[in-house]
């Protein structure tokens, strides 16, 4: 995961502009900088990890149920001989 990038010195500047006393804004942005920094964010990397691996899990299930699908057609049709010989046999 990557670290969340936190200008203090604009954050502190900004509270100032509200009204907010410098000590008061130096602590509400340290305690700002410390919430965020055990923030776990998902970078665009570790999005498209995550997406190549799901890619890669539904081509993979697409190939077995077209294996699956063969197998019952096959299975199927064995079935579908057997009935139409009892019922017609030569």
Avoid: Y
């Avoid at 990397?45 to 081509?59: K, M, P, Q």
């Avoid at 149920?65 to 079935?79: E, S």
Wanted: net charge negative; glycine share 6%; no cysteine.
């Amino acid at each position: 995961m990557a670290a969340i990038t936190f200008d203090t010195l604009k954050f502190v500047h900004r509270l100032r502009e509200a009204g907010i006393a410098e000590p008061q804004a130096e602590a509400i942005a340290e305690a700002f900088k410390d919430a965020s920094g055990e923030a776990e964010i998902a970078t665009k990397r570790d999005i498209e990890r995550l997406e190549t691996a799901v890619n890669s899990r539904f081509d993979r299930m697409d190939g077995e149920m077209k294996l699956n699908r063969w197998m019952m057609g096959i299975v199927l049709a064995g079935i579908l001989s057997l009935v139409l010989k009892a019922f017609f046999p030569h």
